[in-house]
């Protein structure tokens, strides 16, 4: 029998040698569920899988996040992410600036036509104010920006004629992302927008019903092969698709100071190599992406900035509409982290 000194320095071995790490995390969740709406093949979603894999292994299972993809936290419909997000339905999400748009209006920023020229106006925008006040605003309304990954330009493609002026898409049935600015680009532009899912494209654009569509290459139109639809690819950046890796304020209150500093290292190991992987071959000198689609048949167009801006020039209205929506302050901000960017 343990004498009361034994006893005594057992107790204490339990209560009080025993690591901290046993003891933290005991009132975390079994499980908490990451949003993300395409599949986990992607880019994107291989981003989302990797950020849960990092910090499961770094909380030592502590923090046991589960990836739910296509869509599958709100019934397939996309734009109703960031209101499941901010209920605390999904805890952490993996989302496009595109779908959150339609709930927060600035966000259309990055829908602005023909508005950031390439990757590095880009970056210099997120590194600037701006991305500061985006992540301000998302805290206001319930969720914690923690890094930015990506998706990409969306570029054109499509199985009727190369598009190099804004006259050629002009009564062209174009399949496009279904919120309000993006159909009135396409019209500006004299094309015909279409919403439907991607499903039901892929039917329509082998059916001859639908002409084209709009993507990033390397994140889905390599991926999904789009040359067995379409012939002619146009390379010319009319908006861009930055994905924000967030987390529930309310949960990421919860976790301990380690722990939330362990969330926010993974986040942005896991979203800078995911925007590696989706620029990979799309930046010169290495423009393999362009290669693989004209190595599968595919004509590829590449607009200059002088093309580019008769594109532009035809979306003026939409720029009328829509600076007041995103907030004219906010664009001027844009406009001068990307001037600045060019220097």
């Not at 309304?141 to 004629?161: C, M, P």
């Amino acid at each position: 029998m343990l004498n009361r000194s034994q006893m005594c320095a057992i107790l204490f071995l339990l209560f009080w040698a025993v690591p901290a790490a046993l003891w933290a995390g005991s009132d975390y969740k079994d499980e908490y569920k990451m949003s993300v709406v395409v599949g986990p093949k992607l880019p994107w979603g291989e981003g989302a899988t990797k950020f849960a894999d990092l910090v499961r292994e770094r909380t030592d299972g502590r923090i046991n996040i589960k990836v739910y993809s296509s869509s599958s936290l709100m019934a397939g419909k996309q734009t109703n992410e960031f209101l499941i997000h901010r209920q605390g339905v999904a805890d952490f999400c993996l989302a496009s600036t595109i779908n959150w748009s339609t709930t927060i209006k600035p966000l259309n920023l990055f829908n602005l036509p023909f508005f950031f020229p390439d990757y590095q106006a880009l970056d210099a925008v997120l590194e600037s104010e701006v991305g500061s006040e985006i992540a301000t605003m998302l805290h206001e309304k319930g969720v914690t920006l923690l890094a930015w990954g990506e998706n990409g330009f969306r570029e054109i493609t499509n199985s009727k004629t190369p598009v190099k002026t804004p006259e050629d898409l002009v009564g062209m049935k174009v399949r496009v992302v279904g919120t309000p600015i993006f159909i009135d680009i396409m019209t500006a532009l004299g094309g015909n927008p279409v919403n439907m899912n991607w499903g039901d494209a892929q039917v329509a654009f082998q059916q001859g019903v639908v002409d084209g569509q709009e993507n990033p290459v390397v994140a889905i139109e390599i991926p999904v092969k789009i040359w067995q639809f379409h012939k002619y690819a146009t390379i010319w950046h009319y908006v861009i698709d930055p994905l924000m890796l967030t987390v529930n304020n309310k949960v990421m209150a919860s976790f301990s100071a380690e722990d939330q500093a362990i969330i926010r290292q993974a986040a942005i190991e896991a979203t800078n190599e995911q925007r590696e992987v989706v620029r990979k071959g799309l930046i010169a000198p290495d423009l393999s992406a362009l290669k693989t689609l004209e190595d599968n048949g595919m004509e590829v167009i590449v607009l200059d900035d002088q093309a580019r801006a008769e594109f532009r020039a035809k979306t003026a209205g939409v720029y009328e509409t829509w600076v007041p929506v995103v907030g004219e302050d906010l664009v001027k901000k844009a406009e001068a982290a990307i001037a600045g960017s060019r220097k």
